[in-house]
């Protein structure tokens, strides 16, 4: 038996599994999405997870045809079908089939569309030894634009970016925003530690608020770390003491260079370990 995909109520075999190439989701990158993990079985953070979900549809002015439990359920479904315990789940919801034109109103049915599959893992070589970022010339949208608030499905913006970091041979971009700041990276939100501080760009930097990064926060402020948004500027991440990523499917890596520039010693953070065991352990006793 293959991978049951979830679509609009129904568990479909993957092969089967299909949207219309009149889909606004295709035609225009008009929806949103989540990407979420489950682990031992249980889905981490999904609460947060489809708040946000919840929020973006809403920020994008559609309107999901289930109730937030009713979401929650049928990821709890999905994933029970696949029998899967540790898991990368997928949750897209598109404006559904319309026209060959702009125009939203002519969707008339929202696609449900959950997908959860075995989760394949970043290197073992990046958490031991620390990741290198280079800063990207394309900028993070410009929140009055497309707010980075927004999970939506158009990520070309992002890409952009994650192409000229691979084009400079990393596999990780650091995006500014429209004034210079640090925004973040292509999929994941940065942290450095400096001056005894945890520091991270606050959500009107224009980020997407990270629900591993709000976890990180946490844990920092359980061992009494303080921790601050602040706006970053590249030299606050030239001389951090540490620095590292946090997201969903990396969920935390250290960064050891960035801009040709060693972070600390050039080595993994003594604090980017601990929180990265710490955030470990959450993962496996905390839903
Ligand atoms: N910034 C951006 C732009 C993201 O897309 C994050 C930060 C981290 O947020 P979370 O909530 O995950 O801590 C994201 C999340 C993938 C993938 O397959 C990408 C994300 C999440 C899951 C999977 O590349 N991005």
Known sequence: MGLKVYI?????????????VYDHGLLYGDGVFEGIRAYRGKVF???AHVNRLYDSAKA?????????????DAIYETL?????????????????????GLDPNKCHEPQI????DTIVLYPKDFYQNG?????????????????PRIKSLNYLNNILAKIEALQSGVVEAIMLNKDGY???????????????????PPPHAGILEGITRGVVMDLAREIDIPVEERQLT?????????CFLTGTAAEIVPVVRIDSRDIGDGQPGKLTRQLRSMFQEETQNAG
């Open 8 to 20: 609009n109520g129904e568990l479909l075999e993957k092969e089967n599994a299909k949207i219309s």
């Open 45 to 47: 953070r999904c609460e």
């Open 60 to 72: 994008i002015g559609l309107e999901i045809p289930l109730s937030r439990q009713e979401m929650i």
């Open 80 to 100: 029970n079908a696949n029998d899967l315990e540790d898991a990368y789940i997928r949750v897209v919801i598109t404006r559904g089939t319309g026209t060959l």
């Open 113 to 116: 569309i959950i997908i959860t």
């Open 131 to 147: 990741l290198e970022l280079v800063t990207v010339p394309t900028v993070r949208n410009h929140p009055a634009a497309l707010s």
């Open 182 to 200: 640090v925004a973040e990276c292509t999929g994941d939100n940065l942290f450095i530690f400096s001056e005894g501080k945890l520091q991270t």
């Open 234 to 242: 590249r030299f606050d991440l030239y001389v951090a003491d540490e």
